[in-house]
């Protein structure tokens, strides 16, 4: 069995401030991590994933996010924020036949404000 | 299509009543998955497909949830005999492969249900 918690429900930060968004997983066999986002009234996307190798893997818009086997967790973090980040994030596991079967935290809602 | 489509976006039904809830995936993708996200909760598995063979349904919570994907492409999660306990929003996802390799989910906007 699997479980994802995320440490916080919500995080307000002003712009051009560092934020860092907990995730911690637990897991019985090997893991393949995700962080997907939300923006208000459109469905989930992909941010950032992470499957072998290097353990700090970045998305295209600035986020990292490091997989620390050691402590099951797998933080996203962005040095700078922007208005536009304002949405739900969620971390996800998945593992065993199929990798579609996510399991999900019960997502962090960032607020960025000016 | 350019992306998932599910309808309706928004369905008010009466206790005891029974909804069906479509999902449209991108044109071409393998799988399809259903999830269900109650308010304040991360999604949660339902189901999934590959093509028109329904692979896993450890996630329907019981026997009044169903799902069928006939031709392999548009999909149906049918709810019977609706209680309060199942209003949340109902999201569909599909992904390009058969679920053995690491294919990213594109979700749609959900269905929002609502059972009074």
């Known amino acids: 069995a699997q479980s994802v918690t995320q440490l916080d429900s919500q995080v307000p930060v002003f712009e051009e401030a560092p934020v860092e968004l907990r995730c911690n997983y637990s897991?019985?066999?090997?893991?393949?991590l995700f962080w997907y986002v939300q923006y208000p009234n459109q469905g989930l996307q992909l941010l950032l994933k992470?499957?072998?190798?290097?353990?700090l893997v970045k998305s295209i818009n600035g986020f990292e996010a490091e997989f620390n086997k050691s402590q099951t967790s797998f933080h996203l973090r962005k040095p700078s924020v922007h208005i536009s980040d304002t949405a739900e994030y969620f971390c996800a596991v998945s593992g065993g036949t199929s990798y579609g079967k996510l399991t999900f935290g019960q997502g962090t809602i960032l607020t960025v404000h000016p | 299509g350019a992306g998932v489509s599910q309808s309706p976006r928004y369905k008010v039904t009466k206790r005891g009543q029974d909804v069906a809830l479509r999902c449209d995936p991108i044109?071409?993708?393998?799988?399809l998955y259903w999830y269900r996200q109650a308010l304040g909760q991360g999604p949660e598995f339902l189901t999934y497909?590959?093509?028109?063979?329904?692979?896993?349904k450890s996630g329907l919570p019981n026997d009044r949830f169903s799902a069928e994907r006939p031709e392999g492409s548009i999909s149906t999660l049918t709810i019977q005999r609706t209680e309060q306990r199942d209003s949340a929003m109902y999201r569909c996802?599909?992904?390009?492969?058969?679920?053995?390799?690491?294919?990213?989910?594109?979700f749609g906007s959900g269905t929002q249900l609502s059972v009074l």
């Open positions: 996802a599909s992904s390009l492969s058969g679920g053995s390799s690491i294919e990213k989910l594109f």
């Open positions: 992470y499957l072998s190798g290097s353990t």
């Open positions: 044109s071409g993708h393998v799988s």
């Open positions: 897991s019985s066999v090997s893991v393949y």
């Open positions: 497909f590959n093509y028109e063979a329904q692979q896993d």
